[in-house]
């Protein structure tokens, strides 16, 4: 029977139909998190679940300026395909789009019909199969920042804050967003259906944090990686630039990626709460610390992923650059917020905005997951204000050190698997290689007119 023939194909031509939708995105997320896609007329919706659609594989070796890197399986096969098929499952219509929904794609090689080697989505399957066989199915709650940005002529980027006002940290309304831009995004979300629940002005000028709902892990990532693709669309769709780069300003702070683990028994119970254990925590939560301590400095290459990113470290930033843990505080890399019961749960702070989420929940979860295995309890919790390195060891620097730290756990790399490991590091490694040859703004101030 072909994908025309199967009443749930049909089914959903006719809704989509019936609210007046005539084109089908297909959309699925590229090594660093940016979402590739085709749009599809919804007649050939049949034929593209049937035979998918082509893309070159070397998609996910591209970079943002269309650089293509030297990975294995890319340039030295001949550029080969994979293969999208629609996950109908995900369809949702676009509120801002008319006529035009979106859903998520399922990318495999045609030649062995699995999944590509870089797919985000599927390496985070591959780790949920493995924490299933401990009897723990994780749930996490994404927390993003981001800056709004509006066109201004003559600045060195062509772009400023939107707004400029400073000292708004925790506001809603138009004291700190005068164009309204939070509301009209919470609502366009909402209706997309991606489980947001609030959203506020974060510390500097033209920056916001919009929280979303927990929920089964890959559910997490899906919505998270489909939130930083509406953000930015629709920030687009009014002349505007929404980014999630690490540190966009030198000025201003950066923009985290936090993440709330917990994991639930096969039952829904939460495993990570017990009244009995040392701080109201079950053995196998501070299993779990231990492990994202012990691998953090790998953790680093995925949490963290750009050049960029490194320059949101350092004292009283509020973004970690020490490997601890501590109990509601917000200066440790991994903080226990208060609740207990069915809200006990740990928050990486580690990441930045810049983070693929189904990378950086993928290497969180293997790194809580070695922890269990592991059986080890972690160090003391900080006390007090943090980033005292004498108390703590310092994660990587730089994204050079934090890919060999990855390269070099091969713990956390056997459980991501070597063909996405090798990808990820070539790709990235060629990104620092760009970078080492481009001469920066910065260096023609220092040295053109002295030297």
Known sequence: MSASDTPDIRRHMERLAAEGVDVVRVVYPDLI?????????????????????????????????????????????????VTVRPD???????????????????????ATGAPAPESPRDLLRAVLARAAEQGLRPVVGPELEYFLLEPAAGTPTGWRRSPETTGAVYTAGLRADPGNHLLRTLRQLRDLGLGVVTGNHEFDGGQYEINLTHSAALDAADRAFRFKAAVKELARQEGNLATFMAKPFGDAGGSGFHLHLSCDDEEGRNVFDDPAGSYGLSATARHAVAGIVAHAPALAALANPTVNSYKRFGPDTLAPWLIDWGLDNRSAMVRIPPER???????????????????????????????????????????????????????????????????????????????FTTSFLTYKRDELARFGRHVTDWEFTEYAYHL
Do not use: M
């Open 33 to 81: 998190g940016t979402d590739r896609a085709r749009d599809v007329l919804l007649d050939h919706l049949p034929s593209a679940c049937d035979h998918g659609l082509a893309f070159c594989r070397a998609v996910y070796h591209t970079s943002p300026q269309g650089d293509v890197a030297a990975v294995a399986g890319g340039l030295d096969a001949g550029l080969p395909d």
């Open 341 to 419: 019961g069915s809200g006990a749960r740990l928050e990486l702070r580690l990441g930045d905005a810049s983070a693929n989420p189904f990378l950086l929940i993928a290497g969180t979860i293997a790194a809580a997951l070695l922890g269990v295995r592991a059986g080890e309890e972690p160090p003391s919790p900080l006390e007090g204000y943090g980033y005292d390195t004498t108390r703590a060891a310092l994660l990587p620097q730089s994204l050079s050190a934090a890919l060999d730290a990855l390269e070099a756990d091969t713990a956390l790399t056997e459980v991501l698997g070597k063909a």
């Open 88 to 110: 109908l499952s995900t369809l949702a219509v676009l509120p801002w789009e008319p006529g035009v929904a979106a859903c998520l794609g399922e990318v495999t090689d045609p």
